[in-house]
């Protein structure tokens, strides 16, 4: 019975009850959630679809293959541990829209329509700002705003171009949709602004290291790579995806070199890695799509698993800045342990899961011989482990002791955090289990001697670029400041638009203000003032005629004038003649 | 040019935000750690060093005439043979994080700010 429950509604359906629990119980009812719900989405069929009619169209809420299966595990599993990890959150409103997110994640992967899809991907855009907004503080509700708006905008380009999809072709059906159609253009569009592609990445390094601990957790784990299903979805094998993401795996790198806030730091890292996500889907054959999936999958692992250990950090210490954290793994050693792990697992150590499913994309890229691009990768892989593996443990939790002593990470975080780590190491020793659940059929073995011996090699030369530039004194201190990016445009820019705006049109709307008074001013003044006048004049001129004196001339031309002015005439006769008028007219037409 | 770290780049503490809950400060407890020890961090780099230097020198096994393991080439034959030359993995890795690093210190003296740069 519960098996034909539709996967997201335990999520969307418990989220809405969530507002409505007390305190404790609420905490203990959203781990439960993903939990039911990952119980319920094992019971579901492949195959299983779930056709709606509705105002005419035929809508598939539900599609279940391979494809979607997995992404769906992948959110609940990322769920449950997000859950767990913020067990210590009281916020009703932060926990509610954290399982609503995490539902609507998953029904968008589950949309079998591109209605269906869209309506989960404003629901994703809604529900997740909140994990940004819950910091509650003005840096966040900034940049929560900022975030609001780039999805609204993806959300837009994706309904205008499935309005256009529906007229060119009459299906909504979400499968391969290609950019030949202006309709398929537009929808690109909208998926690569949530995929953080270069110029519109920057939402990303925005919001994320603005949310709150757990708030971050959620938003690495969901929103991006739902966009990343959706590419793979419909856009699988598009060429321009190869260049695209073999930029996004390059250019983030240099910024996190020098960005201080650690978790900016995670998140230029997470633009990286979705460029090997990209890369793959670019290439489009079996071997590079799996790849492309498998890394999304364990990206969502690792990377949650480091987001989680700055989230610790930041929750003990108060703290999140390279430049002010420093010796932490005296207090915070389990925290450190789980940190390192996660930083292997990203830089693709053998036996750690980033090794088995960085290095697919890397080969697909090599089987069609794309040498440009396979140096790309692996000068970005080498920068992975730059900034993300040795970077972000190493100024958090050893570098120059910065005196801070605190507490380990609480219970619940250290065991999502341990949950992570063992599933990280999990699928880095077998991951013939991850390679059993992808969706396309293609024979891959990482682990031979020649993998396994040239990445250790490009890691530890990585490494020792990083000790020896450190011992040089090369390596570029952490500083608190702040780098430009592409959102310099609409933030600096912007006000920059609306200086201008304000000087034109507001300059404008002062000049015409001015205009117009002077205008009403002289009219109701010396236009207003001017039949007095003239019959003064005319009264002057009369009595000169008439001979009268001077003074008694000008006397009785003022009075005339004032009388004027005074409306003082006696009016009476032309009055009644005006009313015994209107009264004719009136007798006159109701006949 | 001002060097980077005279720069005054960080905010006034006055605007920094409030302690959020869950913060844990405490006394030093004077306890010893593991790389308080000079003598701790220097034997881990050396090990380190010693580590790079074996990795390298694993690259002769391959070396035809030398070792008895051949090289599982990523690409076709005669597409990018340096993939096969001793230590290219090696000096790409050393060679691309010192490019970056020294590519990255040039990009901040173009983009970094003050870091209340936005909120002026």
Known sequence: ?591 | MIPETEKPMAKPAAESDPPEEGVVLLADSGRRHLFDNPANVKRLIRGFWVACGLLLALDLLFLPGVGPLHKHMSFAEGVLDAEDWPGFFCFYGLGACVALVLLAKLLRKVIMRREDYYDR
């Open chain 1, 1 to 591: 019975m519960i098996a034909e429950l539709h996967p997201a509604a335990i999520l969307v359906v418990g989220g809405v009850l969530a507002f409505f629990l007390p305190g404790r119980l609420r905490q203990v009812w959203c781990v439960g959630l993903p939990v039911l719900g990952l119980v319920n989405m094992l019971g579901v069929q492949h195959g299983a679809t779930a056709p709606v009619e509705f105002m005419g169209h035929h809508l598939e809420w539900l599609r279940v293959d391979k494809l979607s299966w997995l992404f769906g595990l992948l959110f609940h599993i990322a769920a449950v541990i997000a859950a767990i990890y913020s067990l210590h959150v009281k916020d009703r409103v932060q926990l509610g829209t954290a399982m609503l997110y995490a539902g609507s994640a998953v029904g968008a992967v589950f949309a079998g329509d591109l209605l269906t899809l869209f309506v989960f991907w404003e629901l994703l855009a809604v529900t997740s700002v909140f994990q940004v907004w819950g910091r509650r503080n003005p840096a966040a509700l900034g940049a929560g705003l900022r975030y609001l708006l780039v999805h609204v905008a993806s959300g837009l380009l994706v309904l205008i171009g499935l309005a256009m999809h529906y007229r060119a072709t009459g299906s909504l059906a979400f499968g391969h949709l290609g950019l030949e159609s202006e309709g398929g253009l537009l929808i690109f569009m909208g998926f690569g602004i949530k995929c953080a592609f270069p110029l519109v990445h920057t939402w990303l390094v925005d919001a994320y290291p603005a949310a709150t601990p757990s708030g971050a957790l959620y938003l690495c784990s969901f929103t991006t790579k739902v966009a990343v299903y959706a590419m793979a979805r419909g856009f699988a094998g598009e060429g321009v995806l190869i260049g695209i993401g073999a930029l996004m795996a390059m250019f983030p790198i240099f910024y996190a070199v020098i960005e201080n806030d650690l978790r900016r730091v995670l998140g230029y890292s997470m633009i990286n890695q979705i460029g090997f996500m990209m890369v793959g889907i670019g290439i489009g054959t079996p071997l590079a799509l799996n790849g492309a999936v498998a890394h999304a999958f364990n990206d969502v692992l690792f990377k949650g698993l480091l987001f989680m250990s700055m989230g610790a950090v930041l929750y003990r210490t108060g703290k999140i800045n390279g430049s002010d954290l420093g010796g932490l793994y005296k207090s915070m050693p389990w925290t450190a342990g789980f940190c390192m792990v996660g930083a292997a697992s990203i830089s693709a150590f053998p036996l750690f899961s980033g090794f088995v499913s960085k290095s697919m994309v890397m080969s697909a890229a090599a089987d069609g011989g794309m040498v440009w691009v396979w140096l790309a990768l692996l000068f970005a892989a080498a920068g992975v482990f730059h900034h993300a593996g040795i970077k972000i443990p190493f100024f958090a939790f050893f570098a120059h002791d910065s005196g801070i002593r605190t507490k380990e990470a609480p219970w619940h975080m250290l065991l999502a955090m341990g949950l992570g780590a063992a599933l990280c190491i999990g699928i880095g020793c077998f991951p013939q289990v991850l390679y059993g659940l992808l969706p396309w059929e293609a024979d891959y073995h990482p682990y031979t001697i020649t993998h396994v011996l040239s990445q250790t090699q490009l890691l530890f030369f990585s490494a020792l670029a990083f000790v020896s530039l450190m011992l040089l004194k090369i390596y570029p201190p952490e500083l608190r400041s702040v780098n430009l990016d592409a959102d310099w445009f609409w933030r600096k820019g912007g006000a920059g638009v609306l200086r201008a705006v304000d000087v034109c049109f507001n300059g404008l709307n002062r000049w015409a203000h001015a205009g117009m008074m002077r205008t009403v001013a002289w009219v109701s003044g010396w236009g207003g003032d001017a039949p007095a006048r003239l019959v003064g004049r005319a009264a002057g001129g009369w009595y000169r005629l008439q001979g009268v004196a001077p003074a008694a001339r000008e006397e009785r031309a003022a009075r005339l004038a004032q009388r004027c002015r005074d409306g003082g005439f006696r009016v009476g006769l032309m009055a009644g003649a005006a009313v015994l008028m209107v009264a004719a007219g009136i007798l006159w037409f109701r006949r």
